[in-house]
C-alpha cells in the first residue's frame, strides 16, 4: 500500500525517506546523474539498505551551517588534540544543556552540578545566558527583532571554544524546542551534548537525554545529571 505510514522500514520494503544527517556530504539527484545518486547504508559492517536520492530538502540551518564552515576552514588548531586533554584532565569535554520551563531550578541546579565536580577535581564550568546577553550579544541585546537563533548560535560558538580547551560546560536556557537543540549541534559535535529537562511538565519537542521531573534538593538533581555523565563514560565512574 504505497499510501501507508509507517514507523519503520521491514526488510525488503520499499519507502520514500527523508534522511537527516550530523554531517554534510556529496551526492547527486537521480534525475541528474543516475549512477552516482545511490548509496547504501551500512550498519556494523553490513548492508542494511540502500536507494537513491531524489531531493535535496531546504536547510533551515544553512546559514549557521556555512559560518561553522567557515570557522573550521579558519580555525587555527592546537598541537595538542582533544584525545591528550581528555586523558590529562580524565574527562571528556561535554555540553550539558539544562532546560525547563520558568522557575524550576535550572541556574541553581548548574551552579550545583558544577560545583559539584568541581570538587571532584573536574575541569568544569557554569556559562549564565546574561553572561552572554550583556557581552557577547550586547550589540543585538534589546532590539526590537526577534534575535533568539543568534542568541543560540553564539551560545553555541563559545561553548564550541570551551569544549577545544576540554572542559564540562553547563548552560541553560528556558524550554529549548528540537529546532533550537539542532541549532546548537550544527555548531557544536551532536556526540559532545547532553540535553536534561528539569521539571515536571515537558512543554516542547526536544528530545532530551535526562528527564528530572521533580527533586528535593539541587544537589540531588546535579547527581542525576553527575551519574548521566558517568553512565555515558564522560567522566571516571568507579563502580564499573
Known amino acids: 500500500n504505497q499510501d501507508e505510514v509507517k514507523d519503520k522500514i521491514e526488510r525488503h520494503d520499499v519507502a520514500e525517506c527523508i534522511l537527516k544527517l550530523d554531517k554534510a556530504i556529496a551526492f547527486d539527484l537521480t534525475s541528474e546523474i543516475a ?5 547504501v547504508i551500512v550498519d556494523e559492517h553490513e548492508i542494511a ?26 580555525w587555527e588548531k592546537s598541537h ?8 590529562k584532565y580524565n574527562q571528556k569535554s561535554t555540553l550539558v544543556v539544562i532546560t525547563g520551563e520558568e522557575d524550576v531550578g535550572k541556574k541553581p541546579t548548574a551552579k550545583a552540578l558544577e560545583k559539584r565536580l568541581f570538587d571532584d577535581g573536574k575541569i568544569v564550568y557554569f556559562l549564565g545566558i546574561g553572561n552572554l546577553l550583556y557581552g557577547v550579544d550586547a550589540d543585538i541585546k534589546g532590539q526590537s527583532n526577534n534575535h533568539r537563533e543568534e542568541h543560540l548560535r553564539r551560545l553555541a560558538e563559545v561553548s564550541h571554544i570551551m569544549l577545544d580547551a576540554g572542559a564540562i560546560l553547563a548552560v541553560t536556557a528556558v524550554e529549548l524546542t528540537q529546532e533550537d537543540l539542532e541549532l546548537i549541534k550544527t555548531t557544536v559535535n551532536a556526540d559532545k551534548i547532553e540535553t536534561v529537562w528539569l521539571g515536571e511538565n515537558v512543554t516542547t519537542d526536544i528530545d532530551y537525554d535526562l528527564h528530572i521531573p521533580e527533586f528535593e534538593e539541587v544537589k540531588d538533581a546535579a547527581q542525576q545529571i553527575k551519574n548521566l555523565l558517568q553512565e555515558r563514560g564522560i567522566i571516571f565512574n568507579p563502580w564499573k
Open 49 to 74: 539498505g540502500g536507494g537513491i536520492v531524489q531531493a535535496a530538502l531546504e536547510d533551515e540551518q544553512s546559514w549557521v551551517r556555512e559560518k561553522v564552515m567557515l570557522r573550521n576552514y579558519k
Open 80 to 87: 595538542i588534540t582533544n584525545d591528550e586533554r581528555a586523558e
Open 35 to 39: 549512477e552516482t545518486s545511490r548509496f
